[in-house]
């Protein structure tokens, strides 16, 4: 009977752990734009970018807090087992000889002991503090500089973000439209094999009736197997294609990716070229933008940093003394209390501001050869994945001429195999011709999209 209980409590666990599992897996049916938005929203590049834009909101909450009037309190009791002490001459002893010099009556010569000194203390056993202090900052170089700073820093950080974006585009982009190409020629890869199986069907009744040759027969099972095997390598290829997405994208292996989009040649040749390009489209032209302002921003902090910082304070505080505890009514409370303003004026650092300066100018001149370096690296980028798109194009064009043809040439080969006026190796070698035409054409069509994507890409107009 346990072994029963057992063997029962162990499936209904395994059925359990597999309601689980299939629940755990979930079914995505995506566009190409679905995809690119699922990424930004499950990728960590993507998530932290964002997470420095809250940051730099908060460093400017920060920022602003320090224009605000700042209240500080504060309170101490303390008890004094010993109270301190200091040593004072006996005022007593003083006093006395005073009012004998005074009224002449020390004989001449008499010498006048010195004063002894007494053990004095000025403080109670019991003392408390009880105190508020506010503070007005009035004038202060680097935070207003700061201030003048928020609006570039998180702009700075947008255009991070939209960097980051751009990259996680071109990585979806591109592993999407490889999935439906590859999809596209294994389906073509498919079809050959069920014509060369027909055809093998078609040459084992000849070769059974007499009317063909064993030769003829080996020739397409070796046609038949290599293709196989190619096809074997495209549907490998296609999941590995599909794991890629699934990583761009932020989706578990485990869950299931449909492709929504369909495969067009007019889709790929539509708004191909645009000879206009604009610097700022691009987001690491934008990020350097922001940059150079907050160098800027930077190199005028530090100027400032000679003027003097003015700040306003005021503070009241209760102070008690008495021989026993504060609560104790024989306790002695005095009030103080005061407003003043206070002024920091530089005077010499050892021109550390002025080393401060020089470093800060240089780091602006290195972010202006930056930026023209980057500008002449897009200039490049466009002329480069233009050149390579548009013979991506040609080549598509040419490839899909090609493609039209060796399959005319199929289907008149076959026709004349069927009525008796050719051979099985024409139809063969027709065939193989076919295949290699099509698996041109899908490389050129990858190749188009592909450039397509980075051209787009380049000229900052990848949607």
């Not at 807090?65 to 109270?83: D, E, F, H, M, N």
């Not at 009035?138 to 950080?157: C, E, H, I, T």
């Not at 014509?195 to 070769?207: F, G, P, T, W």
């Given at each position: 009977?346990?072994?029963?209980k057992?063997?029962?409590?162990l499936?209904l666990?395994?059925l359990?752990?597999i309601?689980i599992?299939s629940?755990?897996?979930?079914?995505?049916?995506?566009?190409?734009q679905?995809?690119?938005?699922?990424a930004?929203n499950?990728?960590a590049?993507?998530?932290?970018?964002?997470?420095?834009?809250?940051i730099?909101e908060?460093?400017?909450?920060?920022?602003?807090g320090q224009?605000y009037?700042?209240?500080?309190?504060?309170?101490?009791?303390?008890?004094?087992?010993?109270?301190?002490k200091?040593?004072?001459?006996?005022?007593?002893?003083?006093?006395?000889y005073?009012?004998?010099?005074k009224e002449?009556?020390?004989?001449?010569?008499?010498?006048?002991p010195?004063?002894?000194?007494q053990?004095?203390?000025?403080?109670?056993p019991?003392n408390?503090?009880?105190g508020?202090?506010?503070?007005?900052?009035?004038?202060?170089?680097?935070?207003?500089?700061?201030?003048q700073a928020?609006?570039?820093?998180?702009?700075?950080?947008q255009?991070?973000?939209?960097q980051?974006?751009?990259?996680?585009?071109?990585?979806?982009?591109k592993?999407y439209?490889?999935?439906l190409v590859a999809?596209?020629?294994?389906y073509?890869?498919?079809?050959s094999?069920?014509?060369?199986?027909?055809l093998?069907?078609?040459?084992?009744?000849?070769y059974?009736n007499?009317?063909?040759?064993?030769?003829?027969?080996?020739k397409?099972?070796v046609?038949?197997?290599?293709?196989k095997t190619t096809?074997?390598?495209?549907?490998t290829?296609?999941?590995?294609?599909?794991a890629a997405?699934k990583?761009s994208?932020?989706v578990?292996q485990?869950?299931?990716?449909?492709?929504?989009?369909?495969?067009?040649?007019?889709?790929?040749?539509k708004d191909?070229?645009?000879?206009?390009?604009n610097?700022?489209d691009?987001?690491?032209?934008?990020?350097?933008?922001?940059?150079?302002k907050?160098s800027?921003?930077?190199?005028?902090?530090y100027?400032?940093?000679?003027?003097?910082?003015?700040?306003?304070q005021a503070?009241y505080?209760?102070?008690s003394?008495?021989n026993?505890?504060?609560?104790?009514p024989?306790?002695?409370?005095?009030?103080?209390s005061y407003?003043?303003?206070?002024?920091?004026?530089?005077?010499?650092?050892g021109?550390q501001?002025r080393?401060n300066?020089?470093?800060?100018q240089l780091?602006?001149?290195?972010?202006?050869n930056t930026?023209?370096q980057?500008?002449?690296g897009i200039?490049?980028?466009?002329?480069?994945?233009k050149?390579?798109?548009?013979?991506?194009?040609?080549?598509l064009?040419?490839q899909e001429?090609?493609?039209?043809?060796a399959?005319?040439?199929y289907?008149t080969?076959?026709?004349?195999?069927?009525?008796g006026?050719?051979?099985?190796?024409?139809?063969?070698?027709?065939d193989?011709?076919?295949?290699?035409?099509e698996?041109?054409?899908?490389?050129?069509l990858?190749n188009?999209?592909?450039a397509?994507?980075?051209?787009?890409?380049?000229?900052g107009?990848l949607?």
């Amino acid at each position: 009977m346990r072994i029963v209980k057992l063997t029962k409590y162990l499936c209904l666990l395994w059925l359990l752990g597999i309601s689980i599992g299939s629940h755990a897996q979930k079914k995505y049916e995506l566009t190409v734009q679905q995809a690119v938005d699922m990424a930004f929203n499950n990728l960590a590049d993507v998530k932290n970018a964002q997470l420095d834009y809250r940051i730099q909101e908060e460093q400017n909450k920060g920022i602003e807090g320090q224009l605000y009037p700042q209240l500080s309190g504060s309170a101490g009791v303390q008890y004094y087992i010993q109270t301190p002490k200091i040593l004072f001459p006996d005022a007593s002893q003083a006093g006395i000889y005073d009012v004998l010099i005074k009224e002449h009556l020390l004989p001449d010569g008499t010498q006048i002991p010195t004063p002894k000194l007494q053990a004095l203390s000025f403080y109670q056993p019991w003392n408390s503090t009880f105190g508020a202090t506010l503070s007005q900052l009035l004038f202060q170089p680097d935070v207003f500089v700061g201030l003048q700073a928020r609006k570039a820093s998180l702009q700075y950080a947008q255009s991070n973000i939209e960097q980051v974006k751009e990259q996680v585009k071109d990585s979806a982009y591109k592993k999407y439209y490889a999935i439906l190409v590859a999809g596209k020629q294994l389906y073509f890869l498919n079809e050959s094999i069920k014509r060369l199986e027909k055809l093998y069907h078609d040459d084992s009744a000849l070769y059974a009736n007499g009317f063909a040759e064993k030769l003829d027969l080996d020739k397409v099972q070796v046609q038949l197997t290599n293709l196989k095997t190619t096809a074997s390598v495209v549907q490998t290829g296609l999941t590995l294609s599909y794991a890629a997405l699934k990583f761009s994208i932020g989706v578990s292996q485990q869950d299931t990716v449909v492709l929504k989009d369909s495969l067009s040649i007019e889709e790929v040749k539509k708004d191909v070229l645009n000879d206009s390009v604009n610097y700022s489209d691009r987001p690491i032209i934008r990020t350097l933008d922001y940059s150079k302002k907050l160098s800027q921003l930077d190199v005028r902090r530090y100027k400032l940093q000679y003027l003097p910082s003015v700040a306003a304070q005021a503070s009241y505080a209760i102070n008690s003394m008495g021989n026993k505890f504060i609560t104790d009514p024989t306790t002695v409370w005095l009030k103080t209390s005061y407003v003043g303003l206070n002024v920091s004026i530089p005077i010499f650092d050892g021109f550390q501001k002025r080393a401060n300066i020089r470093q800060a100018q240089l780091r602006l001149q290195k972010l202006n050869n930056t930026y023209e370096q980057v500008k002449q690296g897009i200039d490049l980028e466009v002329l480069a994945t233009k050149e390579s798109f548009t013979n991506s194009l040609l080549q598509l064009d040419m490839q899909e001429r090609n493609r039209e043809l060796a399959q005319k040439v199929y289907n008149t080969t076959k026709i004349k195999f069927e009525q008796g006026l050719g051979s099985s190796f024409e139809v063969l070698q027709a065939d193989t011709e076919f295949q290699t035409a099509e698996a041109n054409y899908f490389n050129a069509l990858y190749n188009a999209i592909v450039a397509k994507i980075s051209y787009q890409k380049a000229i900052g107009k990848l949607p």
